[in-house]
């Protein structure tokens, strides 16, 4: 959950005419320019902060809830997604694929979700609200790729099963952490806790990994494997 609770708004990728610039106000990056031990003392800030030894953890509106909470269930799920599609690209990268740079901005976006996530509407002040605002462009743009995949892939006319390479397979695996964030996201943003635009965002990323994943066969000329009725 760290990555999600101490960063909400520290670590964000700010998208700012199709370019990623990385905000890195992160306390450990902080380090650089602020001590945090006595005057030549020279060691390194540890990474554990033992706040959450009880089973409690801080949203960043500041509220303790229980690590079981649907928020931290939530930023979990959002988290693997990442941590999923991270792996995916690492096998697309070593096959050369055009489309790595969108799973970056995908990675980065997701870490605005994350900040959405867990700064609930109900304990939230104005400022919060304001920093992790989360907008309909990201949505817009995995419109615009899906669309562009499509164009250029054979009609779907069977179910598939993942497969059709490394690549491909890693990209389905995603999807499907993807549609499992969906499912822990839909309830808050039902409750008015998150923007309903994260829940949307998710939805029509579990679309492109899909499109993607069969983009990524084909242009590595592996074949999909077509579901077959058990005989």
Sequence with gaps: MASFI????????????????????????????????????????????????????????????????????????????SSAIGLAREFCLDKGHTFTHQLDKIQCILQDVGSNIATPRSSARDSHIKRTKFTAQPIMDLETWIDEFTNELPPLTNFILPSGGKSSAALHLARTVCRRAERCVAPIVRSGEADPDVAKFLNRLSDYLFTVARYAAMKEGNEETIYKRPE
């Design 6 to 81: 101490i960063k909400p708004a520290h670590l964000r990728c700010v998208l700012r005419t199709n370019r990623l610039f990385w905000g890195l106000r992160s306390r450990i990056t902080l380090c650089l320019d602020r001590s945090y031990a006595t005057e030549g003392d020279n060691r390194v800030p540890k990474i554990y902060t033992k706040t959450g030894d009880k089973g409690f953890s801080s949203t960043f509106t500041g509220e303790r809830r229980p690590k079981e909470d649907d928020i931290f269930e939530a930023l979990g799920n959002t988290d693997e997604l």
